[in-house]
Nanobody, 124 residues
């Protein structure tokens, strides 16, 4: 089984910064993609940033220039550095990991896992 755990959320004032972390663990053979999404009540989950094939992609125009995604493939970890935070960045942030893992039967299988989410609140 593959586990995905996020950390680093919290309450921050407008203009402040936070750094979210996401770590994947388990019987992982390879990771294709690690991405950050966010969701607010009543809205669909929105893609924020993605690490794939060694490239970092900022998916949301509203965070370009403020958010940066980085990762360490060996550690199976990805970070989201969020600067100049705005109240509209308030959301639950989720990590999504896609890759290949080994089953208990010794076979390989695709996995597509989400973390439990971490709350980010931007408020004065």
């Amino acid at each position: 089984q593959v586990q995905v755990v996020e950390s680093g959320g919290g309450l921050v004032q407008p203009g402040g910064s936070l750094r979210l972390s996401c770590a994947a663990s388990g019987n992982i053979y390879s990771i294709t993609e690690m991405a950050w999404y966010r969701q607010t009540p009543g809205k669909e989950r929105e893609a924020v940033a993605t690490m794939t094939g060694g490239r970092s992609i900022i998916s949301s125009d509203s965070v370009k220039g403020r958010f940066t995604i980085s990762g360490d493939n060996a550690k199976k970890t990805v970070w989201l550095q969020m600067n100049d935070l705005k109240p509209e960045d308030t959301a639950v942030y989720y990590c999504h990991v896609v890759g290949l893992s080994r089953t208990r039967y010794g076979t390989w299988t695709d996995f597509d896992n989400w973390g439990q989410g971490t709350q980010v609140t931007v408020s004065s």
